[in-house]
């Protein structure tokens, strides 16, 4: 062998291995970048589900807060129109007992209210007090029910007010007080 071609062979085999090393490092540096690449799509995939998460959660959120603020303007809505038709029915019911109170059923009912405190009281000293407004109607009632009948100082509308100072007994049959309740109570049904 001559020197040309052994340093044809040197040269071959040492371009041969030098291609063997470059291909593994090749290799080597495409498996490190395949692994970067892969680390880096995890890691860019769980910063996006949480992101995405994030997201969904601060529109709920804000569903949410919008949906109870108009439930809040609603509520407000519906009281603003349940008072409105608590005060319409009231004011009706009000001029239907100042009718009642101008017919005759009303001195049957004020009788009848006077006989069940003097019933109760049974014998006992009672004060029987009639709204002002129906001051026309003491006579008519202390003669038919042979008692007698004060006029309040203070109006309640109508009705009477029975008490039985040796028993602390107020009996209350006052539409004033009748209404307060009724109003206090009043629920509008869905």
Not at 51 to 68: A, F
């Amino acid at each position: 062998m001559n020197t040309d071609i052994k340093i044809k062979h040197f040269m071959d085999i040492s371009i041969q291995a030098a291609g063997q090393q470059a291909a593994d490092i090749m290799d080597k540096y495409k498996a490190g970048l395949d692994e970067m690449f892969e680390n880096h799509k995890k890691i860019s995939s769980e910063a996006a589900k949480e992101t995405l998460q994030s997201k969904k959660t601060l529109i709920r959120r804000n569903i949410k807060k919008d949906c109870s603020e108009r439930e809040t303007e609603l509520k407000k809505q519906l009281t603003s129109t349940n008072l409105k038709y608590k005060q319409k029915i009231f004011n009706e019911v009000n001029e239907l007992l100042n009718d009642f109170k101008a017919s005759s059923e009303y001195f049957d009912y004020l009788c009848e209210c006077i006989k069940y405190a003097t019933d109760f009281a049974k014998g006992d000293d009672i004060k029987i007090y009639i709204d002002p407004d129906d001051s026309s109607l003491k006579e008519k009632l202390e003669t038919a029910l042979h008692i007698t009948v004060n006029i309040n100082e203070f109006p309640f509308i109508g009705g009477i007010r029975a008490v039985i100072p040796s028993k602390n007994i107020l009996i209350d049959e006052t539409f004033e007080s009748k209404l307060s309740e009724l109003k206090e109570n009043y629920r509008i049904n869905y």
